[in-house]
């Protein structure tokens, strides 16, 4: 069996129960359930992806209702696919799994080393789990910290304040999950990611995204079909003082499409990085048929783009992380 086909052995089960209750662990996979003492179950995620052999083999992993507390590390090589407990595979809404810590990058040394779920492997998929980085506001603190190609993370809810997401290296997708922050909460200098059919949760002033692109190459962030919400218990000061982005690098390339807009947004959409440092001589910054009630009276910054529809065509799942992305994204999520 080829590697391809390896791959598709997990994305064939999950189209084939999308919208269903996923309540049972799938045949081979190892089970971790909180509190566990039944022999060949694991208590955490992190011992069960440490019982894995390191090699080429195709695994999964199935996970019980519960919270799961401290920081998960998966390096192993071969293939490896996550399900979380839920009551509808379609959404984050049904999600029962939490993995939770508290990591803060300045302590750790890092923002990779802060992340509550670090992957650092190719062919990694993970459905309908929320993982959350509990520290707050003040310093950058990782959820989820990416370095991997072939990733796909599906009805998933990542949970943080500064630098939730980091979309680091590597090819990747979030799709039909949930993702909520403040500052710079979707970010990363190399990596290509496609977002779409999410809601974003804005729990303060800020910035959605803080793309760190150095150079003109391909690499980019892509959204279609988000929806932008205030997360619960915003800050009430919030409304009119957040924006799409803004470029930690001086040629971030970030592209919205189809988005809707609930809570009012700041007019011009996107922001310089700092008064002293704007970074935006070689930015793209794009959006196409921004809607909602927060998009009204829009005056995009003046290094912003308005795509027309024939430019906002060529902005894709193939675009963002490459034209073979049907042979390991779950099609059934992909909007």
């Not at 910054?285 to 027309?308: C, K, P, Q, V």
Request: charged fraction near 10%; include cysteine; aromatic fraction near 12%.
């Amino acid at each position: 069996m080829t590697l391809t086909q390896l791959l598709c052995l997990p994305l064939l089960f999950a189209v084939f129960v999308l919208g269903a209750s996923r309540t049972s662990p799938p045949s081979g996979a190892i089970v971790v359930r909180a509190g566990t003492t039944t022999s060949g179950e694991f208590s955490t995620l992190a011992a069960a992806v440490a019982s894995l052999p390191n090699d080429s083999s195709s695994r999964s992993i199935f996970i019980y209702p519960g919270t799961y507390s401290g920081q998960v590390y998966i390096t192993r090589s071969g293939p490896l696919t996550v399900y979380g407990y839920t009551s509808d595979t379609s959404t984050y809404n049904g999600n029962q799994v939490n993995i939770v810590a508290a990591g803060n990058a300045t302590a750790a040394g890092s923002d990779d080393a802060s992340g509550t779920l670090r992957i650092h492997k190719n062919d990694f998929a993970m459905y309908n789990v929320n993982v959350k980085n509990t520290l707050g506001a003040g310093v950058q603190a990782i959820a989820i910290s990416q370095y991997g190609s072939r990733v796909g993370l599906y009805g998933c809810g990542f949970y943080g304040y500064q630098d939730t997401l980091y979309a680091n290296q590597g090819t990747q997708v979030y799709l039909k999950g949930y993702i909520e922050g403040a500052t710079d909460f979707i970010f990363g200098r190399s990596g290509t990611a496609y977002f779409g059919g999410n809601t974003i949760g804005v729990k303060g002033p800020g910035y959605i995204t803080a793309s760190g692109r150095t150079s003109n190459d391909a690499f980019s962030y892509v959204f279609n079909q988000n929806t932008i919400v205030l997360a619960s218990g915003a800050a009430s000061n919030t409304t009119g003082k957040f924006y799409l982005g803004r470029p930690w690098g001086n040629y971030a390339k970030v592209i919205f499409k189809n988005t809707v807009i609930n809570p009012t947004i700041n007019k011009a959409l996107w922001s310089v990085w700092s008064s002293s440092s704007p970074n935006t001589d070689s930015v793209f910054f794009a959006d196409y048929n921004t809607s909602g009630g927060g998009a009204s009276g829009l005056s995009r910054a003046s290094f912003a783009t308005a795509l027309s529809a024939s430019q906002a065509a060529s902005y894709t799942i193939s675009s963002a992380v490459g034209s073979d992305y049907a042979s390991w994204v779950d099609a059934a999520y992909v909007v």
